[in-house]
């Protein structure tokens, strides 16, 4: 079992930035694809942002890329997620989600979400 926890969110300006975190404990996330989801009131969840199960490579979705940035820590367990948000809008307004996929690909675990708010 993975347990992730997110933290970051809050309330910000159009144009304004926000860092999200997300840590995982009970298991090492070496070998897991690993990233984010984002889920708008009335709308399905939907792919934000991920790492490989390598983790060398990065997958963005189209709306976010450039302005979003996921990120690892350090060497060895990598057991911390980032994802730094930069030139917001309104639209990124949702609760973002932190997932962890198994290398067997038969578990995806997921955090409890964190409150993103883009308003003026």
């Known amino acids: 079992q993975v347990q992730l926890v997110e933290s970051g969110g809050g309330l910000v300006h159009p144009g304004g930035s926000l860092r999200l975190s997300c840590a995982a404990s009970?298991?090492?996330?070496?070998?897991?694809?690993v990233g984010w989801f984002r889920q708008a009131p009335g709308k399905e969840r939907e792919f934000v942002a991920a790492?490989?199960?390598?983790?060398?490579?990065?997958?963005?979705r189209d709306s976010v890329k450039g302005r979003f940035t996921i990120s690892r820590d350090g060497a060895g367990a990598k057991n911390t997620v980032h994802l730094q948000m930069n030139s917001l809008k309104s639209e990124d307004t949702a609760v973002y989600y932190c997932?962890?996929?198994?290398?067997?690909?038969?578990?995806?675990?997921w955090g409890r979400g964190t409150q993103v708010t883009v308003s003026s």
């Open positions: 997932f962890a996929r198994s290398p067997s690909n038969k578990h995806t675990f």
């Open positions: 009970g298991r090492t996330l070496s070998g897991h694809a």
């Open positions: 790492y490989s199960r390598s983790g060398g490579y990065t997958y963005y």
